[in-house]
């Protein structure tokens, strides 16, 4: 069994920053691959990044690239998304899931909310204009 629990959220200026944080539990968490989505009222849930395990090789959503990024701590079961010049359509229930699967490491679907077999609970950003 994993648990994942989200930290970080709130409520912040467009143009602000947020760090997100994802605690995992399990021994082997260095060998998952981490993903975090998002869900906006009346919408899908949606991609924002992946991290792998073995290299550590990020993904991100176009709309994302090069405002947040997605790190991890195996040391101390942590997954990061740090997320800066925040915008309103950022605004969301944010979660992070992970893949101990390794289904990710032959499929490469990170984008897919399918390839991951746990889920956090998740944490609300809300980004005010």
């Known amino acids: 069994q994993v648990q994942l629990v989200e930290s970080g959220g709130g409520l912040v200026q467009a143009g602000g920053s947020l760090r997100l944080s994802c605690a995992a539990s399990?021994?082997?968490?260095?060998?998952?691959?981490v993903g975090w989505f998002r869900q906006a009222p009346g919408r899908e849930r949606e991609f924002v990044a992946a991290?792998?395990?073995?290299?550590?090789?990020?993904y991100y959503k176009d709309s994302v690239k090069g405002r947040f990024t997605i790190s991890r701590d195996n040391a101390k079961n942590l997954v990061y998304l740090q997320m800066s010049s925040l915008k309103p359509e950022d605004t969301a229930v944010y979660y992070c899931?992970?893949?101990?699967?390794?289904?990710?490491?032959?499929?490469?679907?990170?984008?897919?909310?399918?390839?991951?077999?746990?889920w956090g609970q998740g944490t609300q950003v809300a980004v005010s204009s």
């Open positions: 991290i792998t395990w073995r290299d550590g090789i990020t």
């Open positions: 899931a992970a893949d101990t699967t390794k289904a990710l490491y032959y499929s490469g679907n990170y984008g897919r909310p399918a390839s991951y077999d746990y």
């Open positions: 399990g021994r082997t968490f260095s060998s998952y691959a």
